[in-house]
């Protein structure tokens, strides 16, 4: 009887053990201890970022292998995007994406090529923020009311800076034109701390930020708060009017959410085991806090329930950015 060499002893055993052991069992057994790239579409320092960087420590813990936040910036987040797209469909490059890259981008440039919804794997929802609208300290306006009140005295001359074309905030931004009839013009960043800084500066007149980047500056008297995008005030700055609340404004709603994807047809059990354990990182108390924080909704989910919400929520922007591209305010 001819002699069965240790290392082919051992292949021949994973081979009966995978003939027979359930799906779920051979699920466990990813990620095999190599690293998880998790790719951001913003730079350091911004919501996206943040959120990435609350979720992927106590992912890798569950996973039992690092989770690396890659920051790979601009163009509203779909060079991230398209990255996670074209990865390898084994699990080990994931996207902490938003709906700038996943739902909107494409509604406003032609270049982007890919789909959201059918061109990535939806693992689960993560949660969404509010964005707020600020003023720069040398306006001199208090609240939306005396901001609309000098864009219309001022038509097309007073600018909102956003983190970019297609991005939630950019789409805030010309909601507020649409529904108040102002002609405030856009300015687009590559991401928030630049934003930050001209708006403090007095570079620009008007900034859409998300809450978690502006909370500190509006709460050190550096920027003035007008309103939050939500139709109601957020429990972590319930101090800042909801934009709303302005008669002009009248059922003003939107915001931003995070998800994590992969690229479309990651195997079915690394899609489950990517969900199970997200939903299980968003019942961690400390993790909790920390979105809460942030002022984001820790939500979860199942891939379906995303999936639904992304169809949703891309129809329900499409009339704003049709809209906007019909006035020529959408650049």
Known sequence: MPTISPSLRRLLLAAALAAVLPLPVLAQAWPMGKPITLLVGYPAGGSVDLVARIVAEPLARRLGTPVVVENNAGAGGTIAAQKAVNAARDGFTLLLGSGSEISIARL?????????????????????????????PQVGVK???????????????????SSGVGTPLHVSGELINLKAGTSLRHVPYRGAPQMVQDVLGGNIEFGMFVLSSAL?????????????????????????????????????????????????????ATTARLNKELNEVLRDQAVWQKLQKAGVSNEGGTPQQLSAFIKTETQRVRSVVTQAVATGSSQ
């Open 108 to 136: 406003y440039n032609t270049a982007v090529k890919y789909n959201g919804e059918t061109d990535l794997s939806h693992i689960g929802m993560i949660g969404s923020t509010p964005m707020v609208f600020v003023a720069g």
């Open 216 to 268: 500190p500056h509006i709460e050190a008297g550096k920027m003035v708060a007008l309103g939050v995008t939500t139709p109601t005030r957020s429990r972590a700055a319930p101090q800042i009017p909801a934009l709303a609340e302005n008669a002009r404004l009248k059922g003003y709603d939107m915001n931003v959410w995070f998800g994590l994807f992969g690229p479309a047809g990651l195997p079915a």
């Open 143 to 161: 609240t939306m009311e005396e901001a609309l009140a000098k864009a219309r005295r001022e038509p097309n001359r007073l600018n909102f800076a």
